[in-house]
């Protein structure tokens, strides 16, 4: 049986504050836990119910077995599927100016709010070969467990790096930058390098003022009807889709 | 002040029951309400805060005036903005046949659940000027708060309809209906008609097996990463810009 405790710790990673003061969030369901098992995050502990079987030859940690009942407890889903773990958030260990940033694509998100739509974007990184994700210090927690839930496996592969937005163009000046606006270049047409910021907007106010004035090329996605803009995260799968196709050309 | 039936029948417009009951569905918040009133739907009721300037010139029907305590209550959302409106559900009136087809782009969704993903659907429509989005009968309501909110007013501007897709494609078998699938051939190369159904499948599931042997035309989004899917309305944004980018050449 699960001590008051453990339940209470598991529960406090609910919530962002005690995410960051004890450097662990939540995993959970069947396929995300044997995602984190494959990947190189530190696994603290397991929850599992009586008779799930795991498909993993070593274990990072003892598995502690609960009832259904206490699960339900533990986790942030109304039906929680047969097993949890809590992972170490790793430490960013590099510095901005030590990540090696040439010839790859990267995306960075301005203040970007919505949990499903940060999982959507890091499972399009992911998707496409891109190794880093930047998010601005006012962007939704990737540890929020609907991000992790969104995510399906793919933040355990992408490197995602909360960072001010500012230095990291600073620093990297000859990256250019690309932005999409309503008024940009067609991006079938806009020649795109291989190696850029794709830079991507809050999902009511768009790209910061601040942030704007970095930007080396505005483009668009043609529209051929009358919405004033498309999901952001299905901007950035159809702006990465593009450099992606013309990288291969 | 709101009578007590007022209140309960708002509400009861929160629960799909409800909604299809009375045909009526609820539109919150200034933006969202501004884009209905430009539309062809019929408007019942506007409940807004006193103090709110409506940018209509005429009106369908009288405002209710209600405290913010008020709108709280009649709205979904935990911070309502200003107003709210309820509109009634279009009728089916076009049978599935009399519908024309021809030359143009269609979105199929099976069994699709999300209400964050149909909304970013029916924006992409909206964006790319596709008139016609077909549900199939297990599909998430469209009429449910979140797609409303999640389509942006989009939902407005296209024809969403409720039917069985097998029904659909056998009656207009001259279309060809295209799936997404990892081993189908490379989007980019394609070759895409004008005309076609894209169809999409279920977030967990994918398409299923019923469905699938009306597929035409296998096609895949290249991966260059790990990932073993893409969130569907970002794979539905993708495959429908690489078929208005292809009509453009």
Not at 4 to 20: A, G, N
Not at 75 to 98: F, G, R, V, W, Y
Not at 110 to 128: T, V, Y
Not at 160 to 169: A, G, I, R
Request: hydrophobic share 45%; glycine share 6%; proline share 4%.
């Amino acid at each position: 049986m699960l001590s008051k405790q453990q339940l209470s710790f598991v529960k406090s990673l609910h919530i962002k504050k005690f995410r960051q003061m004890y450097g662990k969030f939540l995993v959970e369901g069947d396929k995300l836990v044997h995602e984190l098992l494959a990947s190189d995050y530190k696994v603290d502990a397991i929850y599992a119910l009586a008779g799930f079987k795991i498909r993993s030859n070593k274990l990072p940690c003892p598995i502690v077995l609960v009832t259904e009942e206490e699960l339900k407890k533990l986790s942030t889903h109304e039906n929680p599927n047969q097993i949890l773990a809590i992972a170490e958030i790793k430490p960013t260990s590099q510095t901005l100016s030590d990540l090696d940033l040439s010839a790859s694509l990267c995306i960075a998100c301005d203040n970007l709010s919505d949990p499903g739509n940060a999982g959507a974007i890091i499972r399009i990184a992911d998707w496409f070969g891109i190794q880093n994700v930047f998010f601005s210090l006012n962007s939704v927690d990737i540890y929020n467990p609907k991000v992790v839930s969104a995510a399906k496996g793919s933040m355990f592969r992408v490197n995602c790096v909360y960072t001010d937005l500012q230095t990291l163009f600073a620093m990297h000046s000859k990256m250019p930058v690309f932005g999409t606006f309503m008024d940009g270049e067609n991006v079938y047409h806009a020649n795109l390098p291989k190696a850029a910021f794709i830079l991507l907007g809050n999902e009511a106010n768009g790209i910061s003022p601040t942030l704007a004035s970095y930007i080396s090329k505005r483009i668009s996605i043609p529209a051929f009807g009358k919405a004033e803009s498309l999901n952001v995260a299905v901007a950035a799968g159809i702006i990465t889709s593009e450099f992606k196709r013309q990288g291969l050309l």
